[in-house]
Every structure is written in C-alpha cells, then in structure tokens.
C-alpha cells in the first residue's frame, strides 16, 4: 500500500482524489495495490465537508512527519508551493504536480533536489492535461533527435478562436462565452496574453533538447489584437487561426514563439477545436508524432496525475541527472517562410506602389484591399527578419501607421 498527501481540494485536487477512490478495487484486483489518500491540505476544512474531517488538514508539517510515500502538489502558483514542494523532496517523498508556471520557473532545480535525494519530480499535467506527451519525450524518445514541436498548449485561447471562427463573433463575445462554460478564468491575462503556452513550450523544450529554453526566451503574442477582419481573411482562404506555440531547432541556436498564426482549415492543426490541446514532434528519422486530447480540466488533468502516480508506485522509478544546457536563441525563424500581412494607414489611402517596393523578394497576392486604409496580403518565400525590415521602413516613411504579419503553416 502507498500513501498520498493532496495538497489542495479545488478542481485539479478534487479530481486526483475521486479519480484514486473510483479505481482502488481495480487497482487491488489487478496489481495487488492500494493508494491511501492520508492527507488532504486544505485552507479551512469548513469549506469541504464532503471530505473526511479525518483527512482534512492545514498543517504542512503533519504531512513531512508522517510516513505517507507520494506528495500532490494541487494547489497552483508559485507560493507556497515550491517551498512544500522542495521540503517534501528533501523529507524524501515523491512529488507529482500540475503546476506549469513551478516547473518553467523552478523544474531544473527541483529535479536536482529530487536526484540528490533519490526521488522523483513527475509533472505530466503540466503539460497537455490528459496528454500523455511529457512520459512519451522522457522514457521513449530520448534516443531521437528532435528538430521542431509545434502545438495548440491553451485550451483557453483555442476555444475562444473556434468561436470566433465558427460562430463569427468578437474576442470579448468569446471571452464572455468561454468564461461563462468555465474554460477562462476571470482574469483570464495568462492565457489570453500567451504566457500559459510560454511555459508549457518551456518545459517541453527544455525536457526534449536537454537545452535551457526560459520563458523569457520566447516571443509570446497573445490573441487580444485580433480582430473581425483577421478572422474574416482566414477564413476567406480556407485557414483558421490559430495560437501555436513553436520551438525550430537550427544547428547554432533554438527559435520559439507564442504567436498567432495561419493554419490551413482541414489541416492536423486546424482541426484541433475548442478546449482540445495538441503537439506534434518532428524527430528527423521516424518523422512526426502527434499527440491530442482535452488539454484542462477536472478530470483530464487528475488522469495525468494519477498516470504519474502509477509510474511511482509500480515502476519506482528514480530521478535521472540530466543538467541543462545553455544555448543561444535565435530571436527570428531563420530560413524563408510564407506570411498574411496586414497593413493600416490612419492618415491616408494606401500607396500600392510605393508599399510593394519593400516586398520585392518574395511572391505577393492582395487579398484583401476593400478598404482603402487596410491592405491584406499573402507574402511567400521571404524570411522574418526582411519582413520586419521592409515594415520597419515604410513605417518610418509614414506609409503606414499599423502593422500585424502572422506565419502561414500548412
């Protein structure tokens, strides 16, 4: 028999443990095992009278002195919870969270202590909810090389863009909407603002290069400049956008980004809708892997918690050293890529002519020119850093006033 403390009883919490009581006979008839649940940390055990009292506890350091083999950190953020993470390491108990924001900032560290003490740090949820993409990257593909991962990590802002796109409402109506289903916090700053995929892209990097990849290493842009005419545009050309995540490994540095970006309607990505969460690994030789599901909630979430709980209790497995490395972050896609582009003059009609003087290294198509002052257009075969130049510059000669360019992936 195992025992496990929960820290915290909200959604994530509260899932994990009626996950554990709905499978113990299982787990009896099939593995001769059983998990105890010892502890839940709570704040005021007023608040959770369908619990045990007996299980109920706001006491921290009962937990450290009690014999329970398996500490759950659900509790989200980064205090306290990287203290009682870190105390419950080094008190030599296993430690499973979901806590995305803990592991970007605190994992190398964290899996140090686990080393030193001989535990282990498991974190699938952090990653994907019920994907199982972070157990997959650590035990089976360790021996490939990985050239790209490009996802959809926030089921938040892929909820909202399904509407927009498929109801043809604003981003404030499909905020309110998504809200209103429990898909959006009240502030829902970190998802909307590209942070939340930041870090998971982070953590996945960092898991499946062995290089250092901080969040502040990446270009993040969120969803909140979108508007109708984005939509509209994508939609007339048969894509739907899209807020991907991407990590490019070149040979002398690593390119990631949160940011916008055309996917082709039908495509892999493009039919990954609402709340579901997906990531693809290009690994050179055996090519691509995809994986999918519900990437939140209450119980996708606690089912990656509870496969991690498993990985302990029957393989009793140990934390392996794996120190980062340091690298150098290209802070452009390099190579030649295809782009939408948008430009707005508040001032005055747009001068084709003089525009498309600064867009001679690639292949253009207006597509959409109906207002005089916001000009659309298809770029293909032109790299990143020419296309910000070129924007750059009619921006100083006050051709333009507004500019956005989203990456077209097929």
Not at 159 to 185: R, T, V
Not at 217 to 238: C, H, P, Y
Request: aromatic fraction near 8%; charge should be negative; proline fraction near 2%.
């Amino acid at each position: 028999m195992k025992s496990v403390a929960i820290l915290g009883h909200g959604t994530v919490g509260s899932g994990v443990y009626e996950i554990i009581e709905q499978n113990n006979k299982y787990m009896l008839k099939t593995y001769d095992e059983f998990i105890n649940v010892s502890h839940i940390l709570v704040r005021n055990p007023e608040n959770h009278k369908d619990i045990k009292s007996s299980l109920l506890t706001t006491d921290f350091d009962a937990i450290l002195s009690s014999d329970c083999d398996i500490v759950i950190e659900a509790m989200g953020g980064i205090h306290p919870a990287y203290d009682y993470i870190r105390r419950s390491l080094e008190h030599r108990k296993h430690v499973i969270t979901a806590n995305k924001d803990l592991i970007a900032e605190h994992g190398s560290e964290l899996l140090e202590i686990a080393y030193n003490y001989n535990v282990t740090l498991n974190y699938e949820a952090a990653v994907g909810g019920g994907i199982p993409v972070i157990k997959t990257i650590r035990e089976s593909l360790s021996a490939h090389r990985l050239n790209s991962i490009t996802g959809i990590l926030n089921g938040t802002t892929n909820y909202i863009l399904s509407k927009m796109h498929e109801e043809n409402i604003s981003y404030d109506e499909a905020l309110k909407g998504a809200q209103e289903a429990g898909f959006a916090e009240m502030d829902p700053s970190a998802d909307v603002l590209g942070f939340d995929a930041a870090r998971k892209l982070s953590i996945l990097t960092q898991l499946s290069t062995g290089k250092q990849l901080k969040v502040k290493d990446v270009l993040i842009e969120g969803i909140t400049n979108l508007d109708d005419k984005d939509i509209s545009t994508a939609r007339k050309l048969g894509y739907k956008i899209k807020l991907i995540s991407k990590l490019i490994r070149y040979e002398h540095c690593l390119h990631a980004f949160v940011k916008p970006a055309y996917v082709r309607s039908t495509s892999q990505l493009g039919l990954i809708n609402n709340e579901y969460n997906t990531v693809v690994l290009d690994l050179g030789q055996i090519g691509q892997m995809t994986f999918s599901g519900k990437g939140a909630g209450k119980f996708p979430t606690g089912s990656a918690i509870y496969g991690d709980i498993l990985d302990i209790l029957l393989n009793d497995k140990h934390q392996t050293k794996k120190p980062l490395v340091p690298t150098k972050i290209c802070h452009y896609a390099q190579g030649y890529n295809d782009w939408l582009v948008r430009l707005y003059s508040l001032n005055h009609p747009i001068d084709l002519e003089k525009v498309f003087k600064f867009f001679n290294q690639g292949n253009v198509q207006i597509e959409d020119f109906t207002d005089p002052h916001d000009l659309a257009f298809t770029i293909q075969g032109m790299s990143e850093t020419n296309l910000i130049d070129s924007i750059k510059k009619l921006q100083n000669l006050n051709i333009i006033s507004v500019s956005k360019y989203f990456m077209i992936l097929e």
